[in-house]
DNA sequence: GTCAGGGCTGACCGATCGGACAGCTTAGGG
DNA sequence: CCCTAAGCTGTCCGATCGGTCAGCCCTGAC
């Protein structure tokens, strides 16, 4: 063996993971992905059963992660659950930057993804969330509005240190759902 | 000829609209397309020098609503700047949604078009206004995320009157940016 | 009638894609 | 030393892509 025991998944799970952030994930081939590990495509797919297995265990942890806020979202009470939302989902953004930069390149197609198949609908539970239950209109608006703040802010990687950035994300999606706590 | 004068130009670029914003540029072949509007593959190539001339044809107009309203901003002093970048950004937004559309299913690929070379000084711009000209990155983070709220709401065709979201999405930028008119 | 030209098309082309497969190399147990 | 099996690769394949081209059809001027 030419590596160490599979050492090869790792770099090509890295690569990829580079690669779909920046040019998605038509925009990438297998021929660009083994390029940079320096490995042959045909190495790829002995180690994963296609492209598409490779963007599946790219993105498999970020979407449990989201099947966690999603569960304790789902146990909080109406007047508690906006600003827990709003924290969770930032730090799930944050925590999953360069996944989510993958799903900014190429949202319907990513989407439509078998393992994410139930993203969607818990992203509608998450806008319900960030509008503290609420069916107005209006605050689905302004909970949508929140969605991608965060997601486009986080995707376009602001030369921010990490914890400003988190607070700063918290504070404004509190101001923009109207729920910031104003000093007196 | 089969048709009036060139009104299979329209319908090519209605369909390519249509379908861009589904699918992504990279996702929509020439063949989809043709398949929609009815005519063959090389008559699109008849009425347009390639796909790229299709996108440039479709993208062009709210490339140059861009470059008014930056203009516009241009000329505005530090203090009225901020409501100015609102209410225009979010009126070229709403005006362009299929055109945002397009851009947000696969950004990198479409800003490298040579068409649209611009469009990031543009928006650099655009985040600068939106931040009241503060270079203090929490005002650039929350301009950010103005500029990722309006675009992630209106490409995600909300079920809302276009009237009543154009009011909210100024409403939640503003507080967003901490510049809304507070009832005393 | 006929002729010219624009609208339009089927057939074809080279490039590139994801993927299949037989076979080479090498480590490690007997 | 040999033999097995895992790691890895060069090569080939079918599908699909954007794009080209010769030529057909129809209309309108003469």
Not at 56 to 71: G, N
Not at 136 to 161: E, I, N, Q, R, S
Request: glycine share 6%.
């Amino acid at each position: 063996m030419a590596r160490s025991a599979s050492a090869l998944r790792g770099q090509i799970l890295d690569a990829a993971l580079n690669l779909f952030a920046i040019h998605g994930y038509r925009g990438t081939s297998l021929h660009d992905i083994a390029t940079v590990v320096g490995c042959s495509k045909a190495s790829l797919l002995y180690h994963f059963a296609g492209k598409d297995a490779i963007l599946t265990e790219l993105l498999s942890p970020a979407r449990e992660a989201l099947v966690e806020l999603d569960a304790e979202l789902a146990g909080l009470g109406d007047d508690r659950v906006a600003e827990t939302a709003v924290t969770g989902y930032v730090d799930l953004v944050l925590r999953f930057r360069r996944e989510v930069k993958i799903l900014f390149q190429n949202v319907t197609e990513t989407l439509c993804h078998p393992v994410l198949a139930d993203v969607p609908e818990m992203a509608d539970r998450l806008v319900a969330a960030l509008a503290g239950r609420s069916t107005d209109p209006k605050h689905l608006v302004t909970a949508h509005m929140v969605l991608g703040a965060v997601f486009v802010t986080c995707a376009g990687d602001p030369d921010v240190p990490a914890d400003a950035l988190r607070e700063e994300l918290i504070h404004g999606a509190l101001r923009t759902l109207d729920r910031a706590h104003r000093p007196s």
